[in-house]
């Protein structure tokens, strides 16, 4: 009697606290995709423009092995895990690894620890991750739950660039001409561009709600360079998370997400039923700004007999830079303990300060390519830190 109860309990300490182990098969290769009245052929993972989702509970293991069937070698980076004592497999082209090379396989080894809620993976070569991308969500573990009220659903919702023309032959003929890269043709939100571009074959995202339930929007910015505000009509926005962790919870028309970073949204569907846009258009106060596009999606009720109502978009003006502000001064850290823990130094602690300036920089430009006599590099502590061009300092 006794044994088995022990028996019982062992086993279920051992659920409660099981960490799981994935494996993925990605299959990396050129595909075509018509968008914006061209047919433009890209690098991506099972031919899915965004790529494959990994969705894993926190604490697993996953082993992801990439086949590249492609022309050309790249990285695939898990952006946001720490891999703690794992770092060979985090994935930056010439940092921790060679690229994988074409017709060869690699398989990355990633150790979820602290990580909560979403992140993403996507190629690190040059500009590769353009295409090469794709969501990572990490559930709550088996004996945790939402510091929140359990979602109904949830939606990733992952923003994107879209050029007509291959990343990798755009960011190639910038490096050699000298210049900034040209700046994005289209946004994307899941690979469909929506219905304000006029072009017949484009296809918009659409999300279905059932009327009175809570949805969990997973909001990844992927564009390559863009600040994005993001908004769906007439339904208030509550951030939950972001970058895989909890924030304090506040309510919002609209949220502004960087490339890179992810939010976590709860929307409650408490509207009449009918169509709504989703919509995002970038966030740019710089004097080089990106294309002025709105992007939309619809987030649409079952039984819904509405139609859409364009004239209705909330969005910010571009340019502005208050509403911009007025949303990151928002976000603030949460104590639950579902949250990595947070351990900041006190000043005494402190022995050593670095000092690191991040510019862009220019170099001597003189191939035939060049288009004036200098040419943009990026740099550190004023060196530009290359693979083949070894900085006078380490890192
Ligand atoms: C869940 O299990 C993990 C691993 O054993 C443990 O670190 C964590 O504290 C547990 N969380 C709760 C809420 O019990
Ligand atoms: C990618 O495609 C292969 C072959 O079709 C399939 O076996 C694999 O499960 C797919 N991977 C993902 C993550 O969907
Ligand atoms: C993409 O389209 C081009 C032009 O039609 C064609 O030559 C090429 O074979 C296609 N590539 C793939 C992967 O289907
Ligand atoms: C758009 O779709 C139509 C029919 O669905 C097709 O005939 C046409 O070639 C497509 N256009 C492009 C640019 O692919
Ligand atoms: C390449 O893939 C094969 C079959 O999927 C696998 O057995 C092998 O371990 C992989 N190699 C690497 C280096 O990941
Ligand atoms: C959406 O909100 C606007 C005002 O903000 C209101 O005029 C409109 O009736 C609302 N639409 C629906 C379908 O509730
Ligand atoms: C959109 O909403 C505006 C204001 O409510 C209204 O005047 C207009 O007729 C609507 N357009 C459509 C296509 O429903
Ligand atoms: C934003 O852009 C508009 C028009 O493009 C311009 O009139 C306005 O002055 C700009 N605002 C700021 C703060 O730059
Ligand atoms: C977080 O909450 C725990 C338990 O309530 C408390 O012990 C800890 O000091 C708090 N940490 C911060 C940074 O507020
Ligand atoms: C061209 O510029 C590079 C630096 O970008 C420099 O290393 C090289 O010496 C220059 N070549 C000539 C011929 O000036
Ligand atoms: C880069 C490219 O091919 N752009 C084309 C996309 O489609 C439009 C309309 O057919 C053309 O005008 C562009 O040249």
């Known amino acids: ?30 595909s075509n995709f018509t968008k914006l009245c061209n047919t433009t052929t890209l690098l991506v993972v099972n031919d899915s423009y965004p790529g494959p989702e990994i969705r894993v509970h926190k604490g697993d293991t996953v082993f992801v092995n990439v086949h590249n069937q492609g022309n050309y070698g790249f990285t695939i980076h898990w952006h946001g895990v720490k891999q703690p004592r794992n770092p060979w497999f985090d994935g930056p082209e010439f940092i921790t690894q060679c690229p994988i090379q074409p017709g060869t396989n690699f398989t990355y080894e990633i150790i979820l620890s602290d990580e909560i809620g979403t992140l993403w993976w996507h190629a690190h070569s040059d500009w590769t991750r353009g295409s090469v991308h794709g969501a990572f969500i990490i559930l709550p573990a088996e004996n945790e739950t939402y510091p929140f009220p359990t979602p109904y659903a949830d939606q990733t919702i992952i923003l994107e660039s879209w050029y007509n023309g291959d990343y ?40 279905e709600v059932h009327s009175e339930n809570i949805y969990l929007l997973r909001i990844i910015n992927a564009a390559m360079n863009e600040e994005q505000f993001f908004t769906i009509t007439n339904h208030t926005l509550i951030v939950v998370a972001q970058d895989a962790s909890y924030v304090r919870m506040f309510t919002t028309d609209y949220i502004m997400i960087s490339p890179g970073q992810t939010m976590d949204v709860l929307v409650i569907a408490d509207q009449n039923v009918g169509q709504y846009y989703m919509a995002i258009r970038p966030f740019s106060d710089s004097a080089a700004p990106p294309n002025d596009f709105i992007t939309t999606g619809v987030f649409q009720y079952t039984n819904n007999e509405g139609g859409l109502n364009a004239s209705l978009i909330p969005l910010p003006a571009m340019n502005d ?54 040419r943009f590099a990026a740099s550190l502590n004023n060196e530009q830190y290359h693979w083949c061009f ?4 380490s890192v």
Not at 13 to 21: F, G, K, N, Q, Y
Not at 350 to 372: D, G, H, K, M, Q
Not at 390 to 393: G, I, K, Y
Request: aromatic residues 10%.
């Open 168 to 207: 990798k032959q755009i960011i190639d003929d910038a490096l050699a001409a000298g210049v900034a890269p040209r700046t994005a043709d289209a946004y994307a939100i899941n690979g469909h561009l929506g219905d304000t571009y006029g072009c017949p074959n484009d296809t918009i995202f659409l999300m």
């Open 321 to 374: 830079t208050d509403a911009m502000l007025n949303f990151i001064s928002q976000i603030r850290y949460t104590n639950v303990s579902q949250n990595p823990t947070i351990s900041v130094p006190a000043d005494t602690d402190i022995n050593r300060r670095v000092y690191i300036t991040i510019a862009t920089n220019t170099l001597p430009c003189n191939t035939s390519e060049c288009v004036s006599d200098t």
């Open 1 to 30: 009697m006794a044994s088995w109860f022990v028996g019982v309990l062992f086993l279920s300490t051992l659920l409660l606290c099981s960490a799981d182990v994935h494996h993925y098969e990605f299959f990396v290769r050129e």
């Open 390 to 393: 070894h900085p006078r300092f």
